[in-house]
């Protein structure tokens, strides 16, 4: 018997007015902190504070204290979150999927983008799916993808070119509210060792179609300070770097880029991105601000033909009905699309459990809570 298999083709079907969507509002948040260890706080949260033009990039790339990726790392901090929310509520969330943001950047960006295929893990718990990445897969994805690039032989390694995004990072944020900050410490950022292991994420309730999502994913900074009424929106900044659009086959390559960041700051409800822009060589040459809400109007206005906001819009929906018809019973059931493919499938692989998705600490949790005891009340 073939698996179910959803077809992303004919993408026609998704264009016209967009599904209902409901804003993401943040009910939670954690931070992993200079070791990524978790913390059931925002002790990583940073502010954004412009960069100086003309930094190079690569400085400091020999000191990069990178974080092992080695681990997989599952939903368990995403999880944690939950659990404290509804320990502090009495009741479970009302998702009826739960995942990382990236992971639903996968599925809106798939009717526009089928180069690199994906795959995931997916239980069904409580009424509710939970979603991770494939790690195996994302490792190997990854490898395939720098093996490429050194193809091309340029300047620079994949390494080096993906530790321009921490720096910029690093030249970009305060850890503090910038009246809280010394002079010498704004001035002397490039000479601060870059490390990607602190984070803060941002996990909020958001929804598309018919479905109810709880999304955890990282957030760069904040503009000014958070509300101090829960739900409200919140100024955020996504930082992205991107290469100095030379020619016609740059702003192509801009515009595609556009989709992923229109995308992944849809999804979480940051209002704003700032875009550094580097030259060959890895210098900042130029800053520029976007609102995410104008970027589905700004690329059709360009006449962009190379994707469209409400079909990646009516596409998820769509998919995430289907998907919550085809994974209807519990054990683990993998969710993939080959490169170039134009159909996502879905199996079951595992009969019974949840795998590694879920933690027992959770799975403990819910049953206590469905029994009707709270630690917390």
Not at 95 to 119: C, Y
């Amino acid at each position: 018997m073939s698996s179910p298999a959803f077809n992303i083709q004919p993408i026609g079907r998704f264009r016209g007015d967009s599904e209902p969507v409901k804003r993401p509002k943040e009910f939670a948040h954690f931070s992993y902190d200079d070791k990524h260890e978790f913390r059931l706080d925002d002790s990583s949260l940073q502010w954004y504070y412009p960069p100086r033009l003309g930094a190079d990039l690569s400085k400091g790339f020999d000191k990069f204290d990178k974080h092992d990726e080695s681990i997989d790392e599952h939903l368990d901090s995403l999880l944690k979150t939950i659990e404290a929310h509804e320990k502090e509520e009495g009741k479970k969330i009302d998702a009826n999927i739960v995942t990382w943001r990236g992971m639903m950047t996968k599925i809106m960006s798939a009717p526009f983008e089928d180069r690199d295929g994906f795959e995931m893990n997916a239980t069904l718990y409580q009424d509710c799916i939970f979603i991770e990445d494939d790690y195996g897969t994302k490792t190997f994805s990854k490898e395939q993808q720098n093996k490429q690039q050194r193809a091309r032989r340029g300047q620079f390694s994949p390494e080096v070119m993906t530790y321009w995004g921490y720096k910029f990072e690093a030249l970009s944020c305060l850890p503090r509210p910038w009246g809280e900050v010394s002079r010498d410490f704004i001035e002397n950022r490039d000479e601060h060792v870059v490390s990607n292991k602190a984070q803060y994420c941002s996990v909020v309730r958001t929804g598309i179609g018919k479905s109810v999502l709880c999304l955890g994913g990282e957030v760069d900074a904040i503009w000014d300070s958070k509300p101090t009424e829960k739900g409200a929106p919140i100024n955020w900044i996504e930082l992205k770097t991107s290469a100095e659009i030379r020619d016609n086959r740059g702003m192509s390559n801009f515009e595609r880029k556009l989709m992923k960041f229109w995308i992944q700051s849809f999804l979480l409800g940051v209002p704003r991105i700032i875009v550094g822009f580097r030259s060959q060589a890895g210098i900042l040459t130029k800053l520029e601000e976007i609102q995410t809400a104008s970027i589905p109007e700004t690329a059709a206005k360009r006449g962009v033909r190379s994707w469209d906001a409400n079909t990646c819009i009516n596409f998820a929906s769509a998919f995430l009905d289907w998907l919550r018809n085809t994974i209807n019973d519990e054990g683990v059931w993998k969710i993939s699309r080959r490169a170039g493919s134009q159909t996502i499938e879905v199996v079951r692989v595992e009969e019974v459990g949840h795998g590694s998705i879920l933690t027992e600490e959770f799975i403990n949790w819910r049953i206590k809570l469905s029994l009707g005891g709270n630690a917390a009340m």
